[in-house]
Nanobody, 123 residues
Framework: QLQLVESGGGLVQAGGSLKLSCAAS????????MGWFRQAPGKEREVVAA????????YYANSVKGRFTISRDNAKYTVYLQMNSLKPEDTAVYYC????????????????WGQGTQVTVSS
């Protein structure tokens, strides 16, 4: 099993920034594409960003392009999500996810999930 633990969520004003981290353990991290999903109250979970195993390929949802950056450090078994220019509509629980298939991860399929971290953006 691959265990995923998110951190870095919190309350921020609109226009501010947050950086989420997800620490992985239990399996070889570089074998997995990694992603960030989010779920707002009353809405379905959606993929926000994904990164391939080597970190050379990235995917972003249209709603976050130009504002969010996903990165990974395979030596540290960690994936990050830098969120800038945050908007109230970015408020959600953010989940770290992993799948061996980068394309499937982009389509919302994940083998493993973290417990989630709350991000709240005030207007």
């Amino acid at each position: 099993q691959l265990q995923l633990v998110e951190s870095g969520g919190g309350l921020v004003q609109a226009g501010g920034s947050l950086k989420l981290s997800c620490a992985a353990s239990g399996r070889t991290f570089s074998n997995y594409a990694m992603g960030w999903f989010r779920q707002a109250p009353g809405k379905e979970r959606e993929v926000v960003a994904a990164i391939n195993r080597s970190g050379t390929g990235r995917y972003y949802a249209n709603s976050v392009k130009g504002r969010f950056t996903i990165s990974r450090d395979n030596a540290k078994y960690t994936v990050y999500l830098q969120m800038n220019s945050l908007k109230p509509e970015d408020t959600a629980v953010y989940y770290c996810a992993a799948h061996t298939n980068f394309l499937l991860l982009q389509e919302g399929v994940s083998d493993y999930w973290g417990q989630g971290t709350q991000v709240t953006v005030s207007s």
